[in-house]
């Protein structure tokens, strides 16, 4: 299994991102993705997550601003942030949960700054 991300950059504060990760691989029917994020001196912290069947999950700091989704016939999800801080600057990275797998992709760095 591999996942590949993108969708990451410099934004101001208060602007949009959205982020994808896809996966390829032996990808199960039966499944949980999402994305973690850690910044710089912090330890690493789940962003959201959503299950196969479409029920999102979302970290304190970010409800309301993110938007977690998923195409499954693209064995893709998605992570729509809006209105940005600065606090949520960090290396963003997916994860896809199946059976005892956990896969990771590589991280995309966003930056929130003016």
């Known amino acids: 299994v591999q996942l590949q991300a993108s969708g990451g950059g410099l934004v101001q504060p208060g602007g949009s991102l959205r982020l994808s990760c896809a996966a390829s691989?032996?990808?199960?029917?039966?499944?949980?993705m999402g994305w973690y994020r850690q910044a710089p001196g912090k330890q690493r912290e789940l962003v959201a997550a959503?299950?196969?069947?479409?029920?999102?999950n979302y970290a304190d700091a970010v409800k309301g601003r993110f938007t977690i989704s998923r195409d499954n016939a693209k064995n893709t999800v998605y992570l729509q942030m809006n209105n940005l801080k600065p606090e949520d600057t960090a290396v963003y990275s997916c994860?896809?949960?199946?059976?005892?797998?956990?896969?990771w992709g590589q991280g995309t760095q966003v930056t929130v700054s003016s």
């Open positions: 994860i896809l949960i199946q059976g005892t797998g956990r896969y």
């Open positions: 691989g032996s990808i199960l029917s039966i499944n949980a």
């Open positions: 959503i299950t196969g069947g479409g029920t999102p």
